[in-house]
């Protein structure tokens, strides 16, 4: 991912556009994180609209020129917008193409069809896991929810023993590895080699997804013993299709950016000459661009075309997957603009002094911070956002494997105990059939395992690497 307009951005904001001090910048930074919380909350503002609020208004607090403070909000906007933007309509079209054509459905089959008794809820989370790789979080729910239903109904599972695994999987693609919003936009903010953090990311992954989804599963199961609700299974996409993609070339598809954007980091790390022709052509191939827009045009052929897709259908399926992403788009990109109105007044310094003075180890400040917003304001993806923008600084000296562990400590925090101002939160309750108490005690307890193992796991890599 390119950072020349981040770059940019920063040169043009080295002297803050405040000279506040530490105590006025800090009542700025919680009077503008307040004024989101409560207009997404109380007043249930869309997150956008709330986002480009509190950054005004975060610049007024600070003591900032109005018309500085817009300048910063904006130009934070696009260039959060012109370095994710981009990834995230391809990680769209990507998801929708698995989805229409039956590809998710052919995975799901065929690794449940080789599951079975204690196997299953393992299946379950390597079937989110997969599945969640090119998926928005809410689209990976609505497509695993069936399933989890049938394999619950027809196995006689327990209802956690099966949802629980599926969420965490899909959960932890969500918070951890790119190229997900949240993760490429902590990337992008702290100048992070997606390459290495995407590695480290799986790394992290794997342990976190095992001790939240089967492991905890187990104790949810007790905890709430509740059968699948009885209700009409929403259709599969692949009920209309007379021919389906294969499961190797799905899986294939679904892979083939993970595999290039790892090559390159590979790369990086092997051959030390930049000049090389070696590096330059896995520099331009592993680059998330390149790496997506490839996914996508194979999956037009092995998953689109094999599903009997015509010119007309591959089009309008496109077209169909670009609609729904405009709103995620425009809170990525306020997120954006709020983290440099953040930056530009200069609570980024202010955080770099504190963290000095206080001797706190920066990935669990990143945490902290992340945790924090993400209780505020419910959302996973305005709490890694605005962590990021408050972090950066800390970055500056950071090795590279450091930064990337800087990502995923924000994006571990992120994920801290979903509760009722997360639209997460009541989709697994109504999916599920479950009240708050129940939802609390399995989806919410979930997410905080994540969170801890995860941030956990990234505290104690940064002692070995």
């Not at 080789?114 to 079937?127: D, F």
């Not at 939160?425 to 939802?439: H, I, S």
Request: aromatic content about 6%; cysteine-free.
């Amino acid at each position: 991912m390119t950072h020349l307009s981040v770059e940019m951005l920063a040169a043009e904001s080295v002297e803050p556009i405040t000279s506040a001090g530490h105590a006025q910048l800090g009542i700025a930074v919680l009077a503008g994180i307040a004024v989101i919380v409560l207009l997404i909350t109380k007043f249930k503002l869309h997150a956008f609209l709330a986002l480009t609020v509190g950054s005004l208004a975060l610049g007024a607090f600070a003591g900032a020129p109005l018309d500085k403070a817009i300048t910063s909000f904006t130009g934070g906007l696009g260039s959060t917008v012109a370095g994710v933007g981009v990834l995230i309509a391809l990680g769209a079209i990507l998801g929708k193409l698995l989805a229409d054509s039956g590809g998710a459905d052919q995975i799901v089959d065929t690794i449940l069809a080789k599951a079975g008794g204690r196997a299953m809820p393992w299946a379950m989370v390597l079937i989110a896991s997969v599945i969640g790789l090119p998926l928005f979080f809410e689209v990976g729910i609505v497509l695993l929810i069936p399933v989890v239903l049938m394999v619950a109904k027809r196995g006689n599972y327990s209802l956690m023993r099966i949802g629980i695994p599926a969420l965490a999987g899909l959960s932890v693609m969500h918070g951890l590895i790119p190229p997900h919003p949240g993760p490429l936009v902590a990337i992008d903010a702290v100048k992070a080699n997606l390459g290495v953090t995407l590695a480290l990311g799986v790394l992290v992954a794997i342990p976190t997804v095992i001790i939240a989804g089967p492991l905890f599963s187990k104790v949810a199961a007790r905890w709430v013993d509740v059968p699948a609700p009885e209700k009409m299974l929403p259709q599969r996409p692949s009920e209309d299709l007379d021919k389906r993609p294969g499961f190797g070339a799905t899986v294939a598809t679904v892979l083939l950016p993970v595999v290039l954007m790892l090559a390159k980091a590979l790369v990086d790390i092997v051959v030390d000459d930049s000049e090389a022709t070696v590096q330059r052509v896995f520099d331009v191939i592993g680059s998330p661009l390149i790496a997506l827009l490839a996914a996508v045009i194979v999956g037009m052929f092995t998953l689109g075309r094999a599903a009997g897709f015509t010119k007309d259908r591959l089009s309008t399926t496109v077209e169909k997957s670009l609609a729904p992403i405009a709103g995620v788009l425009m809170i990525v990109g306020a997120g954006g603009g709020f983290k440099q109105t953040l930056i530009d007044v200069g609570v980024g310094q202010m955080i770099l002094d504190f963290s000095k003075d206080w001797s706190i180890p920066a990935l669990l400040l990143a945490w902290l911070i992340a945790v924090a917003i993400r209780l505020a304001t419910g959302s996973a993806t305005v709490a890694t956002i605005s962590a990021a923008g408050l972090v950066a600084p800390l970055a500056a000296d950071m090795s590279t494997t450091h930064t990337a562990l800087l990502v995923l400590a924000i994006g571990a925090g992120s994920l801290f105990f979903s509760h009722v101002n997360d639209a997460g939160f009541w989709l697994v309750k109504e999916y599920f059939g479950l009240d708050v108490g129940q939802t609390i005690k399995t989806w919410s307890v979930m997410e905080t395992i994540i969170s801890v193992v995860a941030g956990g796991l990234v505290l104690l890599l940064s002692l070995v690497i």
